[in-house]
């Protein structure tokens, strides 16, 4: 063989070595941008799972809170329910034979005083929102939970300030009742009933007690109606999480 063509076949061979190393040297590259996205797609899927594990217990949490609201606003509807038919026997009275004072003071007594604080399950949803992961909730549902915060925390406000208002007309009674079971407490005691003439505050008493069940009313069947209204958005926001859950 010539130089000239031995030459030749020597540039031949270098130029297909580099060839073959640099086809070599690409498909490493390749592989490598390949197992670099398989190894990032794999990390946004974990990501995401992660992500939707914590989505789906959030909504757990959720229907407990709901479920629990619920369950006090049904029986918080029961229970003022039943203060409100007492009070509504004892203004039928009225209607059907001749009230005496003693009778009124008596009847006025057997009802129900108390006040009740309605307080609703939020630690999820403010959770939510002061983690800044409410934004991880679809945009209808989380609407819709934020709108029932705004619903439990007015009728929460309103019958404080009617609990409020009516704890003004309460202590002022006080004062002229002393409590509620003293007069019963002085029965085997005359000479501690004459003194303290019990039946001489009577007309203001029976007053002061009227003035709490006429607040107690109007603050009660109000949130009776709140509580139902309530109940419906319950359920609502129920069901869009519902159809989230998985």
Same mark, same amino acid.
């Given at each position: 063989?010539?130089?000239?063509?031995?030459?030749?076949?020597?540039?031949?061979?270098?130029?297909?070595?580099?060839?073959?190393?640099?086809?070599?040297?690409?498909?490493?590259?390749? =592989?490598?941008?390949?197992?670099?996205?398989?190894?990032?797609?794999?990390?946004?899927?974990?990501?995401?799972?992660?992500?939707?594990?914590?989505?789906?217990?959030?909504?757990?949490?959720?229907?407990?809170?709901?479920?629990?609201?619920?369950?006090?606003?049904?029986?918080?509807?029961?229970?003022?329910?039943?203060?409100?038919?007492?009070?509504?026997?004892? =203004?039928?009275?009225?209607?059907?034979? $001749?009230?005496?004072?003693?009778?009124?003071?008596?009847?006025?007594?057997?009802?129900?005083?108390?006040?009740?604080?309605?307080?609703?399950?939020?630690s999820t949803i403010e959770s939510l929102q002061?983690? +800044?992961?409410?934004?991880?909730?679809?945009?209808l549902l989380r609407n819709k939970l934020l709108?029932?915060?705004?619903? $439990?925390?007015?009728?929460?406000?309103?019958?404080?300030?009617?609990?409020?208002?009516?704890? +003004?007309?309460?202590?002022?009674?006080?004062?002229?009742? +002393?409590?509620?079971? =003293?007069?019963?407490?002085? +029965?085997?005691?005359?000479?501690?009933?004459?003194?303290?003439?019990?039946g001489k505050n009577n007309t203001d008493i029976?007053?002061?007690?009227?003035?709490?069940?006429?607040?107690?009313?109007?603050?009660?069947?109000?949130?009776?109606?709140?509580?139902?209204?309530?109940?419906?958005?319950?359920?609502?926001?129920?069901?869009?999480?519902?159809?989230?859950?998985?």
């Amino acid at each position: 063989m010539t130089p000239f063509f031995r030459k030749i076949r020597q540039r031949m061979l270098k130029e297909n070595r580099f060839t073959r190393y640099t086809i070599y040297a690409i498909g490493e590259i390749v =592989l490598v941008v390949i197992g670099i996205l398989i190894a990032l797609q794999i990390n946004n899927w974990n990501e995401d799972q992660k992500l939707e594990i914590k989505t789906q217990n959030y909504y757990k949490q959720l229907l407990e809170d709901l479920n629990k609201d619920r369950t006090f606003a049904e029986h918080t509807i029961i229970k003022f329910e039943l203060q409100r038919k007492a009070y509504q026997d004892y =203004l039928n009275k009225f209607k059907t034979y $001749q009230f005496t004072i003693k009778s009124m003071y008596k009847d006025l007594l057997n009802l129900n005083p108390e006040s009740y604080a309605l307080n609703f399950n939020t630690s999820t949803i403010e959770s939510l929102q002061n983690s +800044g992961e409410i934004v991880i909730i679809p945009p209808l549902l989380r609407n819709k939970l934020l709108d029932l915060k705004r619903m $439990q925390q007015k009728i929460t406000l309103d019958e404080s300030l009617d609990n409020r208002g009516k704890t +003004g007309v309460t202590e002022r009674l006080s004062m002229l009742i +002393g409590s509620m079971s =003293l007069e019963e407490r002085l +029965g085997n005691q005359k000479e501690l009933k004459e003194l303290f003439n019990m039946g001489k505050n009577n007309t203001d008493i029976i007053l002061g007690i009227e003035a709490v069940q006429d607040w107690m009313d109007f603050s009660e069947k109000k949130s009776i109606r709140l509580l139902k209204d309530l109940l419906k958005e319950i359920e609502n926001v129920e069901e869009l999480i519902r159809k989230e859950l998985k």
